[in-house]
């Protein structure tokens, strides 16, 4: 299985396409690079009540969210229930982490980011995704600056978890 990619600074001139590749591309290798070299019970360290935020669940709700927007939004693919969530907790992804088998997490979203690169790839950045969003039509541009936001909002907190976890800091 392909793993995140070592990461790599986004080209300062590139096309469209190659741009928002290689920023989804940083973001995600950006939160791999967070978590490693870290133990279970330090992935599952929880930041300060009552928030249920981690590193873990950082990593399971991106798993849910390549997911839904490649997969669900994108392919058009019926997901009635995720990896994590459940229609009883749909916050399941950060709230039950303290059990959680983090090899088996991160493996879930290395290959979801996998089936995510299938999904977009060769796609024009017009595409629109097989299901609406709120009602509206979604394009693979879209999808792509979401995520890319998505994991920059994220990356931020895993900033500060690593900092509560061993004191490191960084980019």
Not at 53 to 59: A, D, P, R, Y
Request: net charge negative.
């Amino acid at each position: 299985m392909t793993e995140i990619s070592p990461r790599v600074d986004p080209p300062m001139a590139a096309d469209e396409t190659a741009m928002l590749t290689a920023w989804l591309e940083f973001h995600r290798s950006t939160l791999a690079l967070k978590c490693e070299g870290l133990t279970d019970d330090q992935l599952r360290l929880r930041s300060v009540p009552p928030s249920t935020l981690s590193l873990l669940g950082l990593v399971r709700h991106m798993a849910e969210v390549e997911r839904h927007w490649f997969q669900g939004i994108l392919l058009g693919a019926e997901i009635t229930t995720g990896h994590y969530w459940t229609p009883e907790n749909d916050d399941a992804d950060f709230d039950d982490v303290d059990t959680a088998d983090a090899a088996a997490d991160f493996a879930t979203w290395r290959s979801e980011v996998e089936g995510a690169r299938r999904a977009a790839a060769g796609l024009p950045l017009d595409t629109v995704g097989k299901r609406l969003r709120r009602g509206e039509e979604v394009t693979l541009r879209w999808i792509l600056v979401h995520m890319i936001e998505e994991y920059a909002r994220h990356n931020g907190h895993a900033d500060l978890l690593r900092e509560l976890v061993d004191g490191s800091t960084g980019e």
